[in-house]
């Protein structure tokens, strides 16, 4: 089960950290995952925002790169998303899961809204 949490209302311009638990997965298993952050916006597809392995090694995409960064912490079993510079079009629910997805099931995810 992936429990997301972290959202939230911000202006743009401000950050937001959020966090991902992998809370009934055993730590080998979710050390296998290359484990990513994804969002989807009202109307559009969900889209991979990030991904990280379990060595740290990460990809960005570029509609985030430089504002957005991902990383794990494998004995919490807990992916992070530190973002910054929010600007309006980043409003989405965020979502983790592992990469790519498959079978498995998604969270609930968390909301976040940049307004100005």
């Known amino acids: 089960q992936l429990v997301e949490s972290g959202g939230g209302l911000v202006q743009p311009g401000g950050s937001l950290r959020l966090s991902c638990v992998a809370s009934?997965?055993?730590?080998?298993?979710?050390?296998?995952?290359?484990m990513g952050w994804y969002r989807q916006a009202p109307g559009k597809q969900r889209e991979l925002l990030a991904s990280?392995?379990?060595?740290?090694?990460?990809n960005v995409a570029d509609s985030v790169k430089g504002r957005f960064t991902i990383s794990r912490h494998n004995s919490k079993k807990t992916v992070y998303l530190q973002m910054n510079g929010l600007k309006p079009e980043d409003t989405a629910v965020y979502y983790c899961?592992?990469?790519?997805?498959?079978?498995?099931?998604w969270g609930q995810g968390t909301q976040v809204t940049v307004f100005s």
């Open positions: 899961n592992s990469v790519p997805s498959g079978s498995n099931s």
């Open positions: 009934r997965a055993i730590l080998s298993t979710f050390n296998q995952y290359v």
């Open positions: 990280v392995t379990k060595d740290g090694n990460t």
